[in-house]
């Protein structure tokens, strides 16, 4: 079974600065997915960036970038320039390539950016 | 393109009544997925429907169920309703299973039991 481990249950920083999630999980799978979603207050959930087991280049976009360490299941999110919209919840997720429709969830990591 | 839609987005039960939730997943989109979102224990993989056909299902007692239209809507009935199945409920729709392609998101539906 997989597990996903968010171990930041809260972070605040200012607006304008850089801010770092972590992730870690568990899986004795080879080819899979992780995704970092975001579901800002009363909003719905939105994907914020993904990063196939199988590319070695750290995915990117925009201001959203990952530090993907595949041995050691590690996969942290990068914001930099954090603006007040990011303010929400994100999640880090994980699922199978080739498997069930199912992603497993960490528990979140609640982001405020304070003005 | 519509995103996914859910409906009814809020709703309100006693214990012992059965509810049914509905999804509709982007035009094109053939896979939906359904997640139970609580504050104590996160979010919970349902079930996973493809083709009027349910691939998968998470450890959830019998009184979850669901099913899927040849359309590719998709419904989930909870019969017998407790006070710990208030939650938000997330459909999740992607092309098929096992394409490269992400499970994108619904607004959910709020379930409150009293």
């Known amino acids: 079974a997989q597990t996903v481990t968010q171990s930041q249950p809260e972070m605040s920083v200012q607006e304008a600065e850089t801010v770092t999630l972590s992730c870690t999980y568990d899986?004795?799978?080879?080819?899979?997915?992780l995704f970092w979603y975001k579901q800002p207050p009363s909003r719905q959930m939105i994907l914020v960036i993904r990063q196939e087991a199988y590319k070695q280049q750290n995915a990117t976009e925009n201001r959203f970038s990952v530090n993907f360490q595949k041995a050691a299941k590690s996969f942290s999110l990068k914001i930099s320039d954090s603006q007040l919209g990011d303010t929400a919840m994100y999640f880090c997720?994980?699922?199978?390539?080739?498997?069930?429709?199912?992603?497993?969830f960490g528990q979140g990591t609640r982001l405020t950016i304070n003005p | 393109k519509a995103g996914v839609t859910q409906t009814p987005r809020y709703l309100i039960k006693t214990r012992g009544q059965q509810v049914t939730l509905s999804c509709s997943p982007i035009s094109g989109h053939r896979s939906v997925s359904w997640y139970q979102q609580t504050p104590g224990q996160g979010l919970q993989f349902l079930f996973e429907?493809?083709?009027?056909?349910?691939?998968n299902k998470g450890n959830f007692p019998g009184r979850f169920s669901g099913r899927q239209f040849s359309n590719s809507r998709s419904e989930m009935n909870v019969s017998t309703l407790e006070l710990g199945d208030s939650a938000l409920y997330l459909c999740?729709?992607?092309?098929?299973?096992?394409?490269?392609?992400?499970?994108?998101f619904g607004p959910g539906t709020r379930l409150t039991v009293l």
């Open positions: 999740a729709s992607s092309t098929y299973p096992g394409s490269s392609d992400t499970q994108y």
């Open positions: 899986t004795s799978e080879n080819n899979y997915y």
């Open positions: 997720a994980f699922m199978v390539i080739q498997g069930a429709q199912k992603l497993v």
């Open positions: 429907y493809f083709s009027e056909t349910q691939r």
